[in-house]
């Protein structure tokens, strides 16, 4: 049975390395923390900002997600070279997504501090696709 297992383990994103990355996907889900952190703050109701919480958390898990993937797939050693902030930056970004950041937070000003890391990273992503 040995022969049958695997003598190189990959990971991806998905199922089958498309090759196509974005930060978009992050900002969309960002924008929708920032949306809710906002939506939060009008209103009163405890069942609405309950829900409001949860559905918070859950987008601010896949922003992490998909700046991971980001992070982990699309950038390689001459990004983190060119780019020397890079790392610093995507650590920062996603721990703003997490438990110490907007998980936590309904403060809309937090998600805009998410999205304005996603912004840097995506600034720096479409100047590495030029290259």
Known sequence: MVFLKPKTVVSAHCDLPCGVYDPAQARIEAESVKAI??????????????????????????????????????????????????????????????????????????????LDGIAQIDTIFWETKKA
Do not use: C
Not at 75 to 97: C, G, R, S, V, W
């Open 37 to 114: 952190q906002e939506k939060y703050q009008g209103n009163e109701d405890p069942v609405f900002r309950q829900r409001a919480v949860l559905i918070k958390e859950q987008r601010a898990e896949l922003v992490k997600h998909h700046l991971a993937v980001l992070w982990h797939d699309y950038f390689k050693a001459p990004h983190f070279e060119k780019y020397p902030q890079l790392h610093a930056l995507f650590n920062d970004t996603i721990k703003l997504a997490s438990g110490t950041g907007n998980k936590q937070s309904m403060d809309p000003a937090d998600g805009q501090k998410l």
